[in-house]
């Protein structure tokens, strides 16, 4: 199970504004600024459509911007991936609240003028509690009542002014696009403003959420966080690096008995795999790493970090150079990703020991044309390559990739030849 990032109730309010500031910037929330910021070219289709793309644009927004507020709340420490809802109805009076302030201040500037900023300095101090109170009741009805924006106001004290702050430049940023058309063109300046928007709606958001963690007696919840990091023992993990660690300083073997006996059990975090391997690093133990790197790269897999397994694989192959992992489905894999990710040695290693070690696989043919793509593209050893491709061809004369094996293994040769002649 993949570690789960969380964050302390204790934590002081300014440290959780200063770390926010990433958290728009981060995995699904950085995806959402993005693809939302880009979504807002498209409002400028003429008619209905693109009234109704912005209309599923704030959707989108205030909808995820309501996840990111209810994932703080319960403790967790990064953004939630996109498309992740813990309470779709949030999301949906969210967006009906806002889409309808926008409405109101809008007819406000075409119907009587002198009502614009006061109706925007009222929504910006009333819609934090109304976030609040819908992210969390759910009732219209409680959240449009205004002893219960006072009651939420008295819960945070004076902090509930910061989103208040924000919400105040959020208006200005959305109105912004429209004041800068003399100087910049409308399809710069709608992603641009877009970003920052997002950016800032998500924030402010996150930091309602981050201000209801702390009190999150006040509010009848109990983060749910806490409860995950108690069942998947991730507490104990920690309590056990720290009595790890300890004991390394006097005995480095007994360290690495309390390790084993735990990774005997269920599924370890990288923290512990990490520790372990440093251990055996240091003890010399070369065929330990080599061993527990098997092991590692296999867990990794099934949980699709092929990118740290691929790191595992080529810190195992340093130690030595025919390391190869058991299944022949993670070294293609592996190897595929070497290539993708310009690694292109520690590639043509995987492919070579596929194909060595399972030489009936009918992944042969496609992992030899990996390998000599490679070989011939990026090393200039064409002669190598035809070598290897006649090879496969003649070993794989009714595998559907035959015809291509052939075909260029003889491009190849001809390549090579006309290197070769005067």
């Given at each position: 199970m993949?570690?789960?990032?969380?964050?302390?109730?204790?934590?002081?309010?300014?440290?959780?504004?200063?770390?926010?500031l990433?958290?728009?910037?981060?995995g699904?929330?950085?995806?959402?600024?993005?693809?939302?910021?880009?979504?807002?070219?498209?409002v400028?289709i003429p008619?209905?459509?693109?009234?109704?793309v912005?209309?599923?644009?704030?959707?989108?927004t205030?909808?995820?911007?309501?996840?990111c507020?209810?994932h703080?709340?319960?403790?967790?420490?990064?953004?939630?991936?996109?498309?992740?809802?813990?309470?779709?109805?949030?999301?949906?009076?969210?967006?009906?609240v806002?889409?309808?302030?926008v409405i109101?201040c809008?007819a406000?500037?075409?119907?009587?003028?002198?009502?614009?900023?006061?109706?925007?300095?009222?929504?910006a101090?009333?819609?934090?509690?109304?976030?609040?109170?819908?992210?969390?009741?759910?009732?219209?009805?409680?959240?449009?009542?205004?002893?219960?924006?006072?009651?939420?106001?008295?819960?945070l004290?004076?902090?509930?002014?910061i989103?208040?702050i924000?919400?105040?430049?959020i208006?200005g940023l959305?109105?912004?696009?429209s004041?800068?058309l003399?100087?910049?063109?409308?399809?710069?300046?709608?992603?641009?403003?877009?970003?920052?928007?997002?950016?800032l709606?998500?924030f402010?958001?996150?930091?309602?959420g981050a201000?209801?963690?702390q009190?999150?007696e006040?509010?009848?919840?109990?983060?749910?966080?806490?409860?995950?990091?108690?069942?998947s023992g991730?507490?104990?993990?920690?309590?056990l690096?720290?009595?790890?660690?300890?004991?390394?300083?006097v005995d480095?073997?007994?360290?690495?008995?309390?390790?084993?006996e735990?990774?005997?059990?269920?599924?370890?975090?990288?923290?512990?795999?990490?520790?372990y391997?440093?251990?055996?690093?240091k003890?010399?133990?070369?065929?330990?790493?080599?061993?527990?790197?098997?092991?590692?790269?296999?867990a990794?897999?099934?949980?699709?970090?092929?990118?740290?397994?691929?790191?595992?694989t080529?810190?195992?192959?340093?130690?030595?150079?025919?390391f190869?992992?058991?299944?022949?489905?993670?070294?293609?894999?592996?190897?595929?990703?070497?290539?993708?990710?310009?690694?292109t040695?520690?590639?043509?290693?995987?492919?070579?020991?596929?194909?060595?070690r399972?030489?009936r696989?009918?992944?042969c043919?496609?992992?030899?044309?990996l390998?000599?793509?490679?070989?011939a593209?990026r090393?200039?050893?064409?002669?190598?390559a035809?070598v290897?491709l006649?090879?496969l061809?003649?070993a794989?004369?009714e595998?559907?990739?035959h015809?291509?094996?052939?075909?260029l293994?003889?491009?190849?040769?001809?390549?090579?030849?006309?290197?070769?002649?005067p």
């Open positions: 993949p570690r789960i990032q969380t964050i302390s109730v204790d934590t002081p309010l300014a440290e959780r504004i200063v770390a926010g990433s958290y728009p910037l981060r699904g929330g950085l995806a959402a600024c993005v693809v939302l910021a880009l979504g807002q070219c498209l400028m008619a209905y459509v693109g009234i109704f912005g209309f599923a644009l704030w959707t989108a205030w909808r995820y911007a309501a996840t507020m209810l703080t709340a319960n403790g967790f420490a990064d953004p939630p991936d996109v498309g992740i809802e813990e309470d779709p109805a949030a999301g949906h009076w969210l967006t009906i806002h889409m309808a302030v109101v809008a406000s500037t075409a119907l009587y003028p002198a009502m614009f900023w006061p109706l925007v300095l009222f929504f101090l009333t819609l934090p509690a109304i976030d609040m109170s819908l992210a969390f009741d759910g009732n219209p009805l409680v959240a449009f009542n205004p002893l219960n924006w006072q009651a939420v106001i008295g819960r004290g004076v902090g509930y002014f989103p208040v924000i919400n105040l430049l208006g959305v109105l912004l696009p004041r800068t003399s100087w910049m063109p409308m399809w710069a300046s709608l992603p641009l403003f877009a970003f920052a928007y997002t950016y709606i998500i402010n958001l996150h930091l309602m201000m209801i963690h009190r999150h006040q509010f009848d919840l109990k983060p749910e966080a806490e409860t995950l990091v108690r069942e991730q507490d104990e993990d920690e309590r690096l720290v009595q790890v660690r300890d004991m390394a300083i480095r073997r007994a360290a690495i008995g309390m390790l084993v735990r990774m005997q059990g269920r599924s370890a975090p990288a923290s512990l795999h990490q520790a391997r440093e251990l055996l690093r003890e010399g133990l070369t065929a330990g790493l080599l061993e527990h790197g098997h092991i590692w790269i296999a990794l897999m099934t949980q699709a970090e092929t990118r740290r397994a691929l790191s595992l080529q810190e195992c192959v340093a130690i030595d150079p025919d190869l992992p058991d299944d022949p489905g993670t070294v293609a894999a592996l190897a595929e990703r070497a290539c993708s990710s310009g690694m040695q520690l590639s043509l290693k995987l492919c070579r020991g596929f194909l060595r399972w030489p696989s009918p992944d043919p496609r992992i030899g044309l390998a000599a793509n490679q070989l593209e090393l200039g050893l064409h002669a190598e035809a290897l006649g090879k061809a003649a794989w004369q595998h559907p990739l015809p291509t094996l052939a075909a293994a003889s491009q190849m040769q001809r390549t090579t030849n006309t290197a070769r002649s």
